[in-house]
T-cell receptor, first 115, second 105 residues
Framework: NAGVTQTPKFQVLKTGQSMTLQCAQDMNHNSMYWYRQDPGMGLRLIYYSASEGTTDKGEVPNGYNVSRLNKREFSLRLESAAPSQTSVYFC??????????????FGEGSWLTVV | RKEVEQDPGPFNVPEGATVAFNCTYSNSASQSFFWYRQDCRKEPKLLMSVYSSGNEDGRFTAQLNRASQYISLLIRDSKLSDSATYLCVTDKLIFGTGTRLQVFP
């Protein structure tokens, strides 16, 4: 059971470049999330998708866009990368939306460095 | 004030010790809480859920105090393998910054 799979695992970008982080889950979950984790800041929600076809901003959405391509896939795009976006990015999913207090499952993380 | 606050630690304890972490939350509307464990350079994984006053799973006990708005995690008989960062999470998926535990021989 793969769970939540995200790619790439490591990426180095130059300032101004764009890239897309891919995420897919095979648990038939309705809700998906993108978090970033920085030292001393904990995990912060960037965007989430409560169900297929919907997306909403989280705590730190600036500089990012998302696409819920179908029930399985939720991608995160950096249009013009900045050094402040250097972070570890985690995709996650849960059976129902976050207000239901469901357990969330994380992917293994994507280490992104912007130089 | 942050919505979820945790003592960052590190807590350095010998094998076999009992250690407890606290987590305070500010949103009184939160009904359920979670403790996640995160190993270095790995993803967080669910350790325990807390829906009422408490929950126990082997050496781990989580307690919820709604009046004082905090939850605690107690680890008994610490093992070397318990070394990790422990994240407190609300049902609104707000994460604390984590408490680092280091168990030494």
């Amino acid at each position: 059971n793969a769970g939540v799979t995200q790619t790439p695992k490591f990426q180095v970008l130059k300032t101004g470049q764009s890239m897309t982080l891919q995420c897919a889950q095979d648990m038939n979950h309705n809700s998906m999330y993108w978090y970033r984790q920085d030292p001393g800041m904990g995990l912060r929600l960037i965007y989430y998708s409560a169900s297929e076809g919907t997306t909403d901003k989280g705590e730190v959405p600036n500089g990012y866009n998302v696409s819920r391509l179908n029930k399985r896939e939720f991608s995160l795009r950096l249009e013009s990368a900045a050094p402040s976006q250097t972070s570890v990015y985690f995709c996650a999913s849960s059976e129902y939306d976050w207000y239901s207090g469901n357990t969330i499952y994380f992917g293994e993380g994507s280490w992104l460095t912007v130089v | 004030r942050k919505e979820v606050e945790q003592d960052p630690g590190p807590f350095n304890v010998p094998e076999g010790a009992t250690v407890a972490f606290n987590c305070t939350y500010s949103n009184s509307a939160s009904q359920s809480f979670f403790w996640y464990r995160q190993d270095c350079r790995k993803e967080p994984k669910l350790l325990m859920s807390v829906y009422s006053s408490g929950n126990e799973d082997g050496r781990f006990t989580a307690q919820l105090n709604r009046a004082s708005q905090y939850i605690s995690l107690l680890i008994r008989d610490s093992k070397l393998s318990d070394s990790a960062t422990y994240l407190c999470v609300t049902d609104k998926l707000i994460f604390g910054t984590g408490t680092r535990l280091q168990v030494f021989p």
